[in-house]
Nanobody, 114 residues
Framework: QVQLVESGGGSVQPGGSLRLSCAASGNILSMNAMGWSRQAPGKERELVARMTHDGSTYYADSMKGRLTISRNTVKNAVYLQMNSLKPEDTAVYYC????????WGQGTQVTVSS
């Protein structure tokens, strides 16, 4: 059983930056992929960034150019650097890992507001 714990959320003004962290209880290289999804109030959860086992990355068009996903295989952690944040980026951000099923963290709130 894999456990994922997010941190780094908070409140920021438009144009600001945040770095989210996801600590995994196991070896992240055992995952086929790890990534981040978000869910805003009244909306479906959407994938925003993903890194596969071989290091290939994917970014959602809605946030492309403003995100960087990275990992530290020694610390078994995945990170999401978010820049130029907009009010519409306000959501709960979830870390996930995929093997034969998805594992989810508890989520961390990101609020972008002036």
């Amino acid at each position: 059983q894999v456990q994922l714990v997010e941190s780094g959320g908070g409140s920021v003004q438009p144009g600001g930056s945040l770095r989210l962290s996801c600590a995994a209880s196991g070896n992240i290289l055992s995952m086929n992929a790890m990534g981040w999804s978000r869910q805003a109030p009244g909306k479906e959860r959407e994938l925003v960034a993903r890194m596969t086992h071989d290091g290939s990355t994917y970014y959602a068009d809605s946030m492309k150019g403003r995100l960087t996903i990275s990992r530290n295989t020694v610390k078994n952690a995945v990170y999401l650097q978010m820049n130029s944040l907009k009010p519409e980026d306000t959501a709960v951000y979830y870390c996930y890992g995929y093997t034969t099923r998805n594992y989810w963290g508890q989520g961390t709130q990101v609020t972008v507001s002036s």
